[in-house]
């Protein structure tokens, strides 16, 4: 069965990865390993943003960077689709006034595009006849629409791979409705799959403290 797969970058890094040991994810190993033997995989899509320094990360961009230059190298059927990452400060209204203000000035970030980006490539995929399964590694509902016309009139099967603790995170009710069927992604499936460190033959190594 071909296979195409559609990850949904920070989803899968907020809902399984972070502040976890496995951030060194080998992607395509990931999905052989949680998939049946019948699904040939010949596309792993990742949709992420670059994100910027931090206060509390100094060195976010640099590993990010590491890390999707490493993917790139070890992994050929990969395709990384970038959105935008946006930061900015923003009154927000505080639930509890202190010293007498009722709003602070906080900093907001937001990921742009990469729901959207998925959603069209799978629909457009799918729509060419370029799979006959397509897995979406994400937990947003806003992608439900999308897995429906790809399951009822695009007419092929939907696995959904969801990220993360189901008590803390259950699974969205609007994606598994369409989906054809739903797994979750667990901690010893991440822990088989991670990249070699270093990547064979370069010099990309796994950040320090991942």
Known sequence: MRTYIYVDGFNLFYGALKDS???????????????QPKNQIQKVKYYTARVSARPD?????THQDIYLKALELHIPELAIV?????QKQVPMKL???IAGKD????????EKGSDVNLAVHMVHDGWKNLYDCAVICSNDGD?????RIVRRELHK?????VPGDPIKRP????????????????????AASQLPNPIPGTTYHKPAGW
């Open 82 to 86: 970038e959105g935008r990452f946006l």
């Open 103 to 110: 709003y602070a000035k906080v900093i907001k970030t937001e």
């Open 21 to 35: 040991p496995y951030r060194w994810l080998d992607l395509m190993a990931l999905f052989t390993h949680i998939l």
């Open 171 to 190: 699974t969205s009710v609007d994606l598994k409705r369409w989906a054809s069927y739903t797994i979750r992604i667990k901690p010893d499936a991440l």
């Open 57 to 61: 990360d100094l060195d976010a961009a």
């Open 157 to 161: 099967t939907v696995l959904l791979a």
């Open 143 to 147: 992608l439900s629409e999308a897995v």
């Open 95 to 97: 639930a509890v006034p």
